[in-house]
């Protein structure tokens, strides 16, 4: 059974720091790229970053600018977002999903997911 299970996310002001956790199950991660996406309220979701199954390719949001970090343990089975220097606008609901691409060394924000967590609650207030 294919699982993806997000977890880290909560209430933080603007500035700090959260680590976002995605740990899956029932599929070879080497062979799938991971998405991270998010869903501000009243928008639409967007992709935010994403990691190939080698772990060789990264892609960023350009609007990020530096601040999240995407990363992979294989040997987890996990999936992790650092997102640093929090702003209110980062605030939404983040879901890690995978995507077979055809090629373990791509990911891609357009590509077609296969498979979703069911997200998690990201907040930045003061």
């Known amino acids: 059974q294919v699982q993806l299970v997000e977890s880290g996310g909560g209430l933080v002001t603007p500035g700090e720091s959260l680590t976002l956790a995605c740990v899956t199950s029932?599929?070879?991660?080497?062979?799938?790229?991971v998405v991270w996406l998010r869903q501000a309220p009243g928008k639409e979701r967007e992709g935010v970053a994403c990691?190939?199954?080698?772990?060789?390719?990264?892609r960023y949001a350009d609007y990020l600018k530096g601040r999240f970090t995407i990363s992979k343990d294989i040997g987890k089975n996990s999936i992790y977002l650092q997102m640093n220097n929090l702003k209110p606008e980062d605030t939404g609901n983040y879901y890690c999903?995978?995507?077979?691409?055809?090629?373990?060394?791509?990911?891609?924000?357009?590509?077609?997911?296969?498979?979703w967590g069911k997200g998690i609650l990201v907040t930045v207030s003061s």
């Open positions: 999903a995978a995507q077979n691409t055809g090629n373990a060394h791509v990911c891609s924000f357009d590509h077609d997911m296969d498979y």
């Open positions: 029932g599929f070879a991660l080497e062979y799938f790229g």
């Open positions: 990691i190939s199954g080698t772990g060789g390719m990264r």
